[in-house]
């Protein structure tokens, strides 16, 4: 039985890895969460997984009433608790966490020699070597949940190098509008994703299609490839969730319903698969495969993606914690949502860039792009 830790167990990904430990108590049992500030399903959860034996919260003075009546349970807050349930005595590590926050507690992770289920796409996107070289020094895998790098990591053949990788994106709720009609799309339809139901910072990105320049820099990371080995295809139908082809020319793509079942089961349980994780896609009924390139001058985040590894050091740094800002203030109606990119754009440009790439140089520069980004709104 795996013991499992899960960073940001109150999240989209956290409760979906709840519910899949919860059908198979023979395979997996809790042992530590963190839920920041959402305490309102602590009770449940401690009442649900009675193997939790620490809880990360955002402040201790909101849990009073728990901590008297959970005393076998020992809560952490802040930083400290994220800390204490990345390295806890556990299996494997989910961090689930959103934004420039995972990054930290995945290092600790890794240091503490913690195999690492990750869906908190900052982690590899601001220190993507720094954090592959720590795991392999640490000798602990990275399992990414994902659907995209899941797909990519399900299609990889041990003996068989990789010609290049196809990362299929959805094109989001806005695929077919032009830059000026999607100027200034409220929020209530940006959120309106037609084939995932996420968060709505992921969801948000997925409309700028920025998650996607992500994941071709996770993807970079994750599978030690070359520039000319990642390509974006737009496939509005989310079936085919990403492809490999092979030297020979020959390509393998998995496919399956919109659904992260599958890569959070799959990361939790590997090298084997749990059954019934989800239902079955079905082709006795009609289905419909379609692919597009990707407009470069509409969907500008993926242009910026290439140029980041091109140039690698604190770009990333600088680029996500501009997006992070941005999106927020979108989600708080203080700017348009064409403003996101032109806002990461300009970040880029006003703030200083470092060639090398270490922690500190990396929270020094998020800390900057955060600043400056603020300082836009005055």
């Known amino acids: 039985m795996k013991k499992i830790a899960i960073l940001g167990a109150s999240g989209s990904i956290g409760t979906t890895t709840l519910a899949i430990i919860k059908e198979n108590p023979k395979k997996f049992k809790v042992v530590a969460i963190s839920v920041y500030s959402n305490t309102s399903l602590l009770k449940q959860l401690l009442n649900d997984f009675p193997s939790i034996q620490l809880v990360g919260v955002k402040s201790l003075q909101e849990i009073s009433s728990y901590i008297l009546d959970y005393p076998n349970v020992k809560f952490y807050e802040g930083n400290e608790g994220l800390n204490q349930v990345a390295t806890c005595d556990c299996d494997i590590v989910v961090n689930a966490l959103v934004g420039f926050v995972g990054l930290l507690p995945t290092i600790q992770a890794l240091n503490a020699k913690k195999d690492v289920a990750l869906a908190n796409k900052e982690t590899l996107v601001v220190a993507g070597k720094m954090v592959m070289d720590l795991a392999k020094q640490n000798n602990v895998h990275i399992y990414p949940m994902d659907s995209e790098h899941s797909a990519i990591f399900q299609c990889l053949e041990k003996n068989n190098p990789i010609r290049k990788v ?213």
């Open 166 to 378: 196809i990362l299929t994106a959805s094109g989001g709720p806005f695929f077919h509008y032009s830059l000026k009609e999607v100027e200034n799309v409220p929020v209530e339809k940006a959120l309106a994703h037609p084939n995932w139901k996420m968060g709505k910072k992921i969801t948000i990105d997925c409309a700028t299609m920025m998650n996607k320049a992500f994941e071709i820099v996770e993807a970079k990371w994750l599978f030690n490839l070359e520039l000319d080995q990642i390509e974006v295809v737009i496939h509005p139908q989310s079936k085919i969730h990403s492809m490999i082809e092979f030297e020979d020319g020959s390509i393998k793509a998995q496919l399956g319903i919109s659904s992260m079942r599958i890569p959070i089961s799959y990361a939790l349980s590997y090298p084997k698969r749990i059954k019934n994780v989800c239902a079955s896609l079905s082709f006795l009924e009609k289905q419909t495969f379609e692919f597009y390139p990707v407009d470069k001058h509409r969907f500008e985040a993926i242009e910026l993606a290439y140029e980041g590894l091109k140039r690698q050091g604190t770009y990333f740094a600088i680029m996500n914690a501009a997006n992070e800002e941005a999106v927020q203030m979108y989600l708080n109606h203080e700017i348009h949502f064409g403003r996101i990119i032109e806002i990461v754009k300009e970040t880029l440009n006003a703030c200083p860039f470092e060639n090398k790439l270490t922690l500190e140089n990396v929270i020094k520069a998020d800390d900057l792009a955060r600043t400056y980004v603020k300082g836009l709104k005055k």
